[in-house]
């Protein structure tokens, strides 16, 4: 996945790696990398000028590849796409890379994809998203890369 020119809605945030993002070794623990790809997604969506999406879009699926290792102290990069808007769902696809530090040239340490589905308050299903969310989404393309 190449985030040099994204084709859809995207966003990106920048962190450094805490200690408390780590485990025992001082390379990321698996759950930062979570932590990450959804402050991106808070970004886009708050981008996007769309407030009302996080109450209302639950996951429903998450693939993470882990590729490589980020350490304490390195600057981190999250970035997050939509991927594809179908009626109900809607995937956004990640890449976190880690930024070069010490003997590390950085590089792509995690990529997946993030499936939500639009559930609004009171239902218990999905429903097609609104029309607002769809327009804000924008020219999303059909996911092939």
Known sequence: MNYAAPRNPHASI???VEWVDTDASGHQHN???VRWVEAAEA???RSLELPDYFPSAPRVQQV???TSKLWFGQRVTATVEIRELGRTSMTLAFEVRGHA???SEGGVAAH????TAHVPAGATAAQPWPAHIREAAGAVTDGAY
């Open 14 to 16: 920048e962190r450094t």
């Open 31 to 33: 759950s930062a990398i």
């Open 43 to 45: 970004e886009l969506f």
């Open 64 to 66: 993470i590849n882990y």
């Open 101 to 103: 530090h010490g003997a």
């Open 112 to 115: 997946g994809t993030v499936t």
